[in-house]
């Protein structure tokens, strides 16, 4: 009678413990359809636009570009996510959506010799 008392009881906390890691399992998949996170998934720089990781690494390799460029040094560039999750290209605090609407060739060069590279380390 005693050991029935205990498996039954074991059973009960087994049961308890499933349904349990079930319910976390379910509630961590819950997301938002285009959720932005609430904090950065990396250290950004005070003032700059969050995008995402492959983003920021070709906005290094083209800051990189750019300040060796004497004509384009001072460009302030930012690479952010657009609400709808596209790329947003900020230059002197002016957005552009793509590439073709830079001001500048060299830039727009530029850009996509970044693009090439970054493609190239994959």
């Given at each position: ?117 970054w493609e190239n380390r994959k």
């Amino acid at each position: 009678m005693i050991i029935s008392s205990l498996l039954s009881v074991g059973l009960v906390v087994i049961l308890i413990s499933v349904g349990l890691l079930v319910w976390m399992f379910l509630k961590s998949n819950q997301t938002k359809a285009n959720a932005r996170p609430e904090k950065p998934l990396f250290k950004t720089e005070e003032g700059e636009r969050q995008a995402a990781p492959f983003a920021e690494q070709i906005e290094d390799l083209l800051r990189a570009k750019v300040s060796a460029n004497p004509q384009l040094k001072n460009l302030k560039l930012d690479l952010g996510t657009a609400p709808d999750g596209g790329l947003e290209i900020w230059v002197d605090e002016k957005k552009y959506s793509s590439v073709d609407e830079l001001p500048n060739e060299q830039l727009k060069d530029f850009f996509q010799e970044a693009v090439k590279i970054w493609e190239n380390r994959k």
